[in-house]
């Protein structure tokens, strides 16, 4: 396995494995690896013949308040992850690598109208910072396919349009969001909950589920006291919740009832912690 520090040590390592009809795939992180990584690393790696995985804790699109200096660090603990999961290089790059003028005085992406609802709305700028670095990390890696989970599914429907907007040659797929036993969504944030938010967080994806069950059996129902009666179950368990939305999949905006392609997204405060889910509406 290649560990490239640098997008010069990156562009040398593409170079030596990089053959004529080589296909090469990209899993962007932000490192602190759990299952849910490892499965999109694996799934690269059955679509690639080469596998490269960004580490990089992109400052971006973390606003000034917001856990930049307390994110999880665990390099080593990755590495051996990787190696473990077969990816052929891991890219490690510094932020003045990354941004050689600072990240606020770069060029960046916006991607109107999905990057404006929902975790947008709640983080101005954020999703600005994800597409940047995203096509940055596209651009050195120039990967074939690129691999995004479905538990940041606002993130990857972004991701997929800005690449068709900007017509880059990649082919942005998604992988399941994988789940602790008790059904709450893998993330690296979760490590900040407390013993007693940890065993409320799953009520989260239980309400979600629960929700969605009602609205895939009668879509055509107005579907705000179902929303409404959600948002109260987690608030009377002590979420604070920012958002709990039906909104269609093509566009995230506001759906009324079920009849179209859609997904309950939320996100909820459990102390300090803020959480995401979303659960898409399939018909029973
Ligand atoms: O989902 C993440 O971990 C990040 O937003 C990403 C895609 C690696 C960009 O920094």
Avoid at 34 to 51: F, K, P, R
Avoid at 117 to 126: F, Q, T
Avoid at 144 to 173: C, N, S, Y
Avoid at 248 to 274: E, K, Y
Wanted: charged share 20%.
């Amino acid at each position: 396995m290649i560990i490239a520090a640098d997008s010069q040590a990156l562009s040398e390592g593409l170079q030596a494995l990089r053959a004529q009809n080589t296909t090469v795939g990209l899993v962007p992180t932000m490192g602190n690896l759990h299952q849910g990584h490892l499965s999109l690393i694996q799934q690269a790696s059955n679509a690639t013949d080469i596998v490269v995985v960004s580490i990089f804790i992109n400052p971006m699109q973390f606003a000034a308040h917001e856990d930049l200096d307390t994110y999880p660090r665990t390099l080593e603990a990755d590495l051996s992850a990787l190696r473990n999961v077969g990816a052929d290089i891991v890219f490690t790059p510094s932020s003045s690598d990354i941004y050689p003028h600072g990240s606020n005085n770069e060029t960046a992406i916006h991607v109107p109208l999905l990057g404006d609802a929902l975790c947008g709305k709640d983080r101005p700028g954020h999703f600005d910072g994800v597409c940047t670095v995203v096509y940055k990390l596209f651009q050195l890696v120039k990967p074939d396919v690129a691999i995004f989970g479905e538990k940041d599914l606002q993130q990857l429907l972004i991701i997929k349009k800005m690449t068709r907007d900007l017509k880059l040659p990649v082919d942005v797929q998604s992988g399941a969001t994988k789940r602790a036993q008790d059904g709450l969504a893998l993330s690296s944030r979760n490590q900040y909950l407390s013993e007693n938010e940890r065993a409320l967080a799953p009520l989260l994806w239980q309400t979600l589920q629960h929700s969605a069950e009602i609205l895939a059996a009668s879509p055509a129902n107005d579907a705000r006291p179902i929303l409404i009666a959600a948002r109260k179950t987690l608030e009377q368990a002590g979420f604070s919740v920012d958002y709990l939305d039906l909104r269609a999949i093509s566009t995230l905006s506001a759906a009324h009832d079920a009849t179209q392609d859609c997904a309950l997204f939320a996100a909820a405060r459990l102390g300090q912690t803020r959480l995401i889910d979303n659960i898409q509406i399939l018909d029973t």
